[in-house]
């Protein structure tokens, strides 16, 4: 069974850093493309960054410089560094994985997590 498992949210002032985790099991993680969605309250999901098999990365232009996205395969791990969060990236952050093993983050596979929480106040 396919389960991804998102956690390393919180609550931190704008400016601040901030590492989400996202453990991937019941399937051959290394193999995958995966990407970062957020969805914030009253609005629609909304991609954040992909990575695919060989490391390649693609950001959304809003967070391009400030955000990170790794995978540790020998892990079985996707992570998202922030850097200078905004409040308006307060959100619930998802990770996905796509149907193969490119950045094509239009093509998802429909297991998702609970998503992890990340608050940005003043």
């Known amino acids: 069974e396919v389960q991804l498992v998102e956690s390393g949210g919180g609550l931190m002032h704008p400016g601040g850093s901030m590492r989400l985790s996202c453990a991937a099991s019941g399937f051959t993680f290394s193999t995958y493309g995966m990407s970062w969605f957020r969805q914030a309250p009253g609005k629609g999901l909304e991609w954040v960054a992909s990575i695919n098999t060989g490391g390649s990365t693609n950001y959304e232009d809003s967070v391009k410089g400030r955000f990170t996205i790794s995978r540790d395969n020998a892990k079985n791990t996707l992570y998202l560094e922030m850097d200078s969060l905004k409040a308006e990236e307060t959100a619930v952050y998802y990770c996905?994985?796509?149907?193969?093993?490119?950045?094509?983050?239009?093509?998802?596979?429909?297991?998702r997590g609970q998503g992890t929480q990340v608050t940005v106040y003043s």
């Open positions: 996905r994985k796509h149907m193969g093993g490119g950045l094509n983050y239009r093509l998802l596979s429909n297991y």
